[in-house]
């Protein structure tokens, strides 16, 4: 598998880029959500999908930096209120796992979190409806509805190819990380949206590939 795009040639987490632009401090959004994010590692999904939301953003300026960074922040704290012994069984190794009923429902708490919190940090209902507006059927709607909406999506896919988010996946869909490479490569990489998304997954992927030996194992 030959990429373009290397960790040579692309600032991405897995090679310490850091972000350039001057963001929004959220804090505070963190503080609020920190009760919320231990479901299903959360704590370590939610901060790599804003950061990797913060690395495209750069690429982005015309992009609302605030509702794309809270709504990666939050897309996924929903979790915390689903039956935990489900999350496993339906929503990720079920035939239907990416529209299972659990994936919509930890897509609707994500959103009653998000109402719950925000006003509290600051944020008005029009900024919280434009947060919720991404969350709502960020993993079982098919398209992007903003350009904020395409920088979460693949903001949240990028962990993926990241050998953290590779190797949770492989615990998580009960399958050899050679598995979890023909799924990014098969199906979550003809997903991504913005060229920086594409670029670091290539990057990521390439080495992941080298340190797991995807080549022979
Ligand atoms: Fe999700
Ligand atoms: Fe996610």
Redo the contacts with the bound molecule.
């Keep these: 598998m030959e990429f373009t795009h290397t960790m040579a040639n692309t600032r991405t987490l897995g090679n310490g880029a850091l972000p350039v632009r001057e963001y929004t401090n959220v804090d505070h959004v963190w503080l609020a959500a920190e009760p919320f994010m231990r479901t299903r590692m959360?704590d370590v999904?939610?901060p790599m999908?804003l950061l990797y939301a913060e690395l495209i953003l750069d690429t982005i300026p015309e992009a609302d930096e605030l509702v794309t960074r809270v709504a990666a922040m939050l897309?996924?704290v929903g979790w915390s209120r689903v039956d935990e012994s489900k999350i496993l069984e339906e929503g990720f190794r079920s035939d239907n796992f990416l529209t299972s009923d659990i994936r919509v429902q930890h897509e609707i708490f994500g959103c009653d979190i998000a109402r719950e919190i925000l006003p509290g940090c600051g944020f008005d209902d029009e900024f919280i409806t434009k947060v919720t507006d991404i969350i709502d059927g960020?993993?079982t709607r098919p398209v992007s509805h903003s350009i904020e909406d395409s920088i979460v999506r693949d903001a949240?896919r990028l962990w993926r190819f990241h050998p953290t988010g590779l190797g949770f996946s492989a615990e998580w869909f009960g399958k050899p990380p050679q598995w979890v490479l023909g799924d990014l490569t098969g199906r979550v990489m003809g997903e991504m949206i913005t060229p920086a998304g594409i670029a670091m997954a290539e990057a990521e992927l390439s080495q992941s590939i080298k340190i797991f030996r995807l080549d022979i194992l």
């Design positions: 959360n999904h939610l999908t897309h996924d960020h993993d949240d």
